[in-house]
């Protein structure tokens, strides 16, 4: 039998729902039980893939190729579970397929309302695809009171009773602020919001009280007692040094003991937390620190970089040293001599983005990591810029450039027309709709053998293959390394270490004589896991603590 748990939130936004659906969902897998999660977002776009990075953070990529929230990065950063394009749905995508269906007739000429037709779309898209699972989290975006929010919560609502008793249950996370005048605790935001949300017709089972500061007992007292919930209900949710403290902060606090007992699970399995207990003494106890530069377009927001940023600290837990992260914009680095700010960094990373706007100050980046011998790892764009800076320096081709920039007398970056997906053929143009229209989701790439890369991969363990390990890896662009400029380009020294398997598509280029420069075409960030560090993290950060050994 499938249960479902919903989780909503109230008072503001960035609570941290997604992380404590995360948390919770790998607390009940070290109970035994099997989880899914999902994201139900209120915006209208079809989905994140057309929204700048500095309005809504990252955009996930799943294997199946859909984009996504990034708090989906989350739910696999933590339960190891790999998402699906079912599992994040927007108000957009609700409404379009909702009017698809009535341009074709499907309503037989009935008047096309929120409810039921909007609901029932929603309620659909929770119960698809969970055969076989013991719990599905479903995270609604925003907070109660949001116009946007009412038919994924009407949704909800429905499905409360449209479900057997006993399989759904709803967590409400809220905020108990601190007022420092007054020098209390004020727990009237999180009545309200309850108010606010049973008016809509939901009754929570289980409160997240979000706080700085310890909530005393009489103040739980008090809250379960204008919220109508037990007292054991109310759970404090207090700031953690690392979300990867979240799992274990939540247990003790009896979050999934209370979630368990609402379905009437009065003797559950103890919970392995080993793992979680593993990850926290790493973070806790490191033997070092190493500097990582990233320079990015979207630095004021680091949540653009969000599965970046962690899969870094995962590198860091694989060595057991600290990661200090120095987020540096790129158009910094195209004032002359601005690139010197790099010295004194252990590693140097360059991520992917859109467009011409700081291009030149990753491409200065690329050359101070050639030159200066600094561990430099070049992610999606990071790769192309690094291509374009050896074509530039090293191949001596100074007109060498993308042409997402606009024409160039040397297309070394080039916009991909058409690529194989299997067994059919994916062709683009350049005037196709944005959304949706990318190379996405998971493809294989050959690695080269005897090449660094396919050692990073193989790490330590023996490849009897003549041609290098077959690795599968996400993506999400449109512009292409030309592999018409191979030759020219391994004459001096970049090496096409890794492409897809009919050759045609440079996944992987890297510097022959340089102790650890590395550029991919995929985003290898959105499959690192903290228990299951990313290999080209982990060399990444291996090779910057040697570099912190040199200086």
Not at 269 to 288: C, F, T, V, Y
Not at 321 to 330: C, N, R, T, Y
């Amino acid at each position: 039998m499938t249960r479902y748990i919903f989780i909503t939130g109230g008072v503001v936004s960035s609570l941290g729902k997604g992380l404590a659906s995360a948390a919770l969902g790998a607390l009940l897998q070290a109970r035994g039980y099997s989880v899914r999660l999902r994201k139900l977002d209120p915006y209208l776009n079809v989905d994140p893939g057309t929204m700048s990075p500095t309005q809504h953070g990252e955009v996930y990529v799943t294997d199946d190729g859909a984009e996504t929230d990034l708090d989906l990065g989350h739910y696999e950063r933590f339960t190891g579970v790999s998402s699906r394009q079912s599992d994040n749905v927007t108000t957009g995508r609700i409404y379009q397929d909702v009017l698809a269906k009535e341009r074709r007739g499907d309503y037989l000429g009935g008047t096309v309302q929120v409810i039921p037709h909007v609901t029932n779309e929603i309620k659909a898209f929770v119960l698809n695809e969970t055969e076989g699972t013991d719990f599905i989290l479903c995270e609604i975006g925003g907070t109660v009171g949001d116009i946007e929010s009412l038919p994924f919560l009407e949704a909800i609502r429905q499905l409360g009773n449209d479900l057997p008793r006993g399989q759904t249950a709803y967590i409400h996370a809220t905020l108990v602020p601190f007022i420092k005048a007054a020098g209390e605790l004020k727990t009237k935001p999180t009545q309200h919001s309850v108010k606010e949300l049973r008016s809509i017709g939901i009754q929570p089972d289980v409160l997240l009280c979000r706080s700085e500061r310890e909530i005393p007992a009489n103040e739980q007292r008090k809250i379960a007692l204008f919220c109508n919930v037990r007292e054991s209900a109310v759970i404090q949710g207090l700031d953690c040094r690392s979300i990867y403290d979240v799992p274990l902060a939540y247990h003790a606090e009896g979050l999934d003991s209370e979630v368990l007992r609402v379905f009437g699970i009065d003797n559950p399995p103890p919970p392995d937390l080993s793992r979680w207990e593993a990850i926290q003494e790493r973070i806790e106890n490191p033997e070092g620190t190493v500097k990582i530069a990233i320079v990015g377009k979207y630095t004021d927001l680091q949540d653009a970089y969000k599965s970046l940023g962690e899969a870094l600290v995962h590198g860091g837990m694989a060595n057991r040293v600290d990661v200090e992260l120095q987020w540096i914009e790129s158009e910094t680095f195209e004032q002359p001599d601005a690139v010197q700010r790099l010295e004194g960094v252990d590693g140097i990373l360059v991520p992917g983005g859109f467009g011409e706007r700081g291009a030149e100050g990753k491409i200065a980046a690329a050359t101070f990591a050639r030159i200066k011998n600094v561990p430099y790892l070049g992610i999606c764009f990071g790769m192309q810029m690094a291509v374009i800076e050896a074509a530039r320096n090293l191949a001596e081709l100074p007109g060498a450039s993308s042409t997402e920039f606009g024409p160039c007398s040397d297309p070394v970056v080039g916009l991909m027309t058409e690529w194989s997906d299997g067994n059919s053929l994916q062709t683009r143009g350049i005037d196709d709709d944005k959304g949706g229209t990318m190379r996405l989701g998971e493809y294989k790439c050959q690695l080269q053998e005897g090449s660094k890369v396919n050692n990073v991969y193989a790490n330590g363990a023996a490849d009897d293959s003549n041609l290098g390990l077959m690795i599968s890896e996400r993506h999400r662009h449109r512009y292409e390394v030309n592999i018409n400029y191979r030759a020219k380009l391994e004459a001096v020294g970049l090496r096409f270490s890794g492409l897809s398997p009919d050759g045609a598509l440079p996944e992987i280029v890297e510097l022959v004589d340089h102790p650890w420069f590395i550029g991919v075409q995929f985003h290898p960030e959105l499959k690192s896991k903290p228990f299951e560090p990313h290999p080209l993290f982990a060399s990444f950060i291996a090779a910057a603590v040697d570099q912190m050994r040199l200086v």
